[in-house]
Nanobody, 122 residues
Framework: QVQLVESGGGLVQAGGSLRLSCAAS????????MGWFRQAPGKEREFVAARSRSIGTTYYGESVKGRFTISRDNAKNAVSLQMNSLKPEDTAVYYCAAGPVMAKTRGVYDSWGQGTQVTVSS
């Protein structure tokens, strides 16, 4: 497994932007597919975005397509989530996750960060 630490959350007005970062420990970061999930109070954890082990393929949840971008830097053992045009419904705790393959299903991922809070005010 890999250790993950998220950062970059905060409070932003609707229409604004935030960039979340996830730092990974270990020398095998490039062998993991990376994902972002979020969980709002009283709701299940929801898929947001994922990126394959190589730098090419990405998946996005329907609610964030066109607004969020996931990127990774294997040399820095890091993955980021650029969030633009934020909406109040994007408010949630955002989690970084690592797994053997890219997927929209949380069960595929076997390493999780502690989460970072994103709050979007209207």
């Amino acid at each position: 497994q890999v250790q993950l630490v998220e950062s970059g959350g905060g409070l932003v007005q609707a229409g604004g932007s935030l960039r979340l970062s996830c730092a990974a420990s270990g020398r095998t970061f490039s062998s993991y597919a990376m994902g972002w999930f979020r969980q709002a109070p009283g709701k299940e954890r929801e898929f947001v975005a994922a990126r394959s082990r190589s730098i090419g393929t990405t998946y996005y949840g329907e609610s964030v397509k066109g607004r969020f971008t996931i990127s990774r830097d294997n040399a820095k053992n890091a993955v980021s989530l650029q969030m633009n045009s934020l909406k109040p419904e994007d408010t949630a705790v955002y989690y970084c996750a690592a797994g053997p393959v890219m997927a929209k299903t949380r069960g595929v991922y076997d390493s999780w960060g502690q989460g970072t809070q994103v709050t979007v005010s209207s």
